[in-house]
């Protein structure tokens, strides 16, 4: 969702270490550039105001220390605000016992609905219950109810034919207090409807929410900060939750957002998946903004995945050969493949046309580890010695073309220089040490 901006963010940042000074004319002009990135990014005005003030603020009164570079010192500038624009840090592992969903039709609220209730029941073992309240759209309650099945969550299947909203609220709140957290995924509605909006009071009044979370789809830009405001007037929210986030939204909405209805960003959706949910971790965002990295975010989806040990032997240094990439083709799928893994690397946004160059997509995983394996322990281990007749042995052992044999032992390498980057960022190291004990 930030790639355009944080391009345009790294760019305006590297040419600072071209002027060498950070003179008041190169503050100026580094902030009116910056100012005009995050408009295109579909900011809020009042946001990019307060933002671009605060940061001109923060750089002109900035004392010039000998060991930090121009260039460090406005990416910290940017960061802190960027931080402080997205809020803090929020009870993330969402203590409460009632949970109601609100959002517009289609922003996906069923769906986050169950991928709240998987990753509060995976990550932090809470007993959960979900229950539909949206009467109103064809097959919503079944949509929850497979949702639910599919990934052994409880679901409040007391249900009648002429139930109303408040009717399954009113059966589902008796028997709440024997569960750890309910989720009440309410109805769909446009915040102009004022009967779907007066059902949304009388909802709360029934159920008496500890928490009442929005979600808004990313890709609606500055419309979603009306919505949210509507909503936040009736009912005062208490966060927000992001969708779509994996698309191409230039980002105004998340960077808004929390300035313009001053509810804190709980939760981000990255995929379709049911795992796809991340809690919102304003640093890590920023990082990510700036291209450097978020290498906690990496490994506590590495720890969801159950792959940490993969992560461990790059953070630690163990040396990358084709048994390993043959593990990351077979487990990476989890991250969302190279591409989802290597977002969380810093730096990575500066050498993406050498990664489209690597050109791995899940459609060739299967065709690259039948190579793989038609390889000798020895070789596998020792690609160096894959020599002209050795690559025509293994690809006819695999049904495959020597140009294809070339082309994988190409992307061995072009991504081992990348993993390498790991061991260059040495906080990875100390990192694993915490992490994987």
């Keep these: 969702m930030f790639s355009n901006l944080s391009k345009k963010l ?3 940042i590297e040419n600072i270490r071209k002027r060498g000074i950070l003179t008041e004319e190169v503050v100026d002009a580094t902030v009116r550039e910056i100012r005009v990135s995050l408009l295109e990014a579909d900011v809020a005005l009042p946001v990019v105001k307060a933002f671009s003030a605060k940061l001109k603020e923060k750089l002109v009164g900035q004392k010039a220390i ?3 570079t121009p260039e460090q010192t406005v990416i910290k500038a ?8 997205l809020g803090e840090s929020a009870d993330l592992k969402l203590r409460s016992r009632r949970v109601m969903m609100l959002g517009l039709q289609g922003t996906g609220k069923t769906t986050t609905s169950a991928k709240l209730a998987n990753l509060l029941k995976s990550r932090f073992k809470r007993n959960v219950l979900l229950v539909s309240l949206d009467t109103y759209r064809p097959a919503a309650i079944e949509q929850l109810r497979v949702l639910a099945k599919s990934n052994s969550i409880d679901f409040f299947d007391d249900l009648s034919a002429n139930d109303t909203p408040l009717d ?5 709140v008796k028997i709440q207090d024997t569960y750890d957290t309910v989720i009440y995924d309410t109805a769909g509605r446009l915040h102009i409807a004022d009967d779907m909006m007066a059902e949304v009071s009388a909802l709360k009044e029934v159920i008496e929410p500890d928490e009442l979370l929005l979600v808004i789809d990313s890709m609606m830009g500055q419309d979603a900060i009306n919505t949210a405001k509507a909503f936040n007037d009736l009912v005062h929210l208490t966060g927000l939750v992001l969708t779509r986030v994996d698309g191409d939204a230039r980002g105004g909405a998340a960077l808004s957002a929390k300035y313009v209805t001053n509810c804190q960003i709980k939760y981000m959706c990255t995929g379709e998946k049911i795992g796809d949910i991340e809690q919102f ?6 990082s990510r903004i700036l291209d450097k990295g978020d290498v906690l975010g990496l490994i506590e989806k590495a720890i969801d995945a159950d792959i940490a040990g993969s992560i461990e032997d790059v953070a630690t240094g163990k040396d990358f050969d084709l048994n390993g990439m043959a593990q990351y083709l077979r487990q990476l799928e989890k991250l969302g493949g190279f591409g989802g893994f290597l977002k969380f690397i810093p730096g990575m946004g500066r050498i993406k046309e050498q990664l489209n160059k690597a050109n791995i997509t899940d459609k060739t995983v299967a065709r690259q580890l039948a190579i793989i394996c038609s390889m000798t322990k020895t070789e596998r281990a020792d690609p160096r010695i894959l020599n002209a007749s050795r690559r025509r042995r293994i690809a006819a052992g695999c049904a495959q073309e020597v140009s294809d044999v070339n082309r994988l032992i190409k992307q061995f390498e072009q991504i081992k220089a990348m993993m390498s980057k790991f061991k260059d960022a040495g906080m990875m190291r100390s990192l694993a040490g915490k992490f994987f004990k």
């Design 10 to 12: 790294v760019s305006i």
């Design 66 to 68: 000998s060991s930090i």
């Design 78 to 85: 940017v960061y802190d605000e960027l931080v402080n624009l």
């Design 168 to 172: 399954i609220a009113r059966k589902a």
């Design 281 to 286: 971790y304003p640093d890590r965002v920023a």
